[in-house]
Nanobody
């Protein structure tokens, strides 16, 4: 069984920063891509960022480009999402996900999901 456990969410003022972590444990799985998604109340889940586990290449949603940075520590089997200059519209539950396919773009491409961590941004 593969487990993805997110941490690092919380309450922050607009303009502030948070760093989310996602630790993978359990049986080894072929994780070509690790991604972050988010879902705000009443809205559909949306893609935030992804990283190639082996090559390290990254891709971001336009809404977070230049403010968020995704990275990974292969030795720790952990993916990070550094979020700077947070805005009220960034508030959501953030989910970590793992995919066996390279360049996984859609949520349906990801086989493994964490339980989510809440990010609240006060204005």
């Amino acid at each position: 069984q593969v487990q993805l456990v997110e941490s690092g969410g919380g309450l922050v003022q607009a303009g502030g920063s948070l760093r989310l972590s996602c630790a993978a444990s359990g049986r080894t799985f072929s994780r070509s891509t690790m991604g972050w998604f988010r879902q705000a109340p009443g809205k559909e889940r949306e893609f935030v960022a992804r990283i190639s586990w082996f090559g390290g290449s990254t891709y971001y949603a336009n809404s977070v480009k230049g403010r968020f940075t995704i990275s990974r520590d292969k030795a720790k089997s952990t993916v990070y999402l550094q979020m700077n200059s947070l805005k009220p519209e960034d508030a959501a539950v953030y989910y970590c996900a793992g995919a066996a396919s390279a360049g996984a773009a859609r949520g349906s491409d990801y086989e493994y999901w964490g339980q989510g961590t809440q990010v609240t941004v006060s204005s």
